[in-house]
């Protein structure tokens, strides 16, 4: 089971997805703010399960790792870009 976030955290979070409708991008931060807040606002007597708490790690690592191998393609497609215009490109005689 989840563990309840406070109102004045569910109201910045509700403000924070308003705010961000019009620019839809999530990014590592935003999830790392979600699990800082929920584990701040925890209730001290009913902790979340451990479980839970490895499977959102695991989630964030994986995230991660997307975001990384999403900029090593695009850096790639760029190489890729430059040896291609480098190549179909006449070749200047002197």
Known sequence: MMP?????????????SSTTAATPTVDKNMFLELLVAQLKNQDPLN???GTQFV??????QQLEQSVNMGQDISAIRA???R?????SSPA???
């Not at 309840?4 to 924070?16: D, R």
């Not at 499977?55 to 964030?60: C, D, P, R, V």
């Open 4 to 16: 309840t976030i406070s109102s004045t955290t569910a109201a910045q979070t509700s403000t924070a």
């Open 47 to 49: 902790p979340a399960d």
């Open 55 to 60: 499977t959102q790690l695991a989630q964030f």
């Open 79 to 81: 190489d890729m870009d």
């Open 83 to 87: 040896v291609v215009a480098s190549t």
């Open 92 to 94: 200047v005689n002197s």
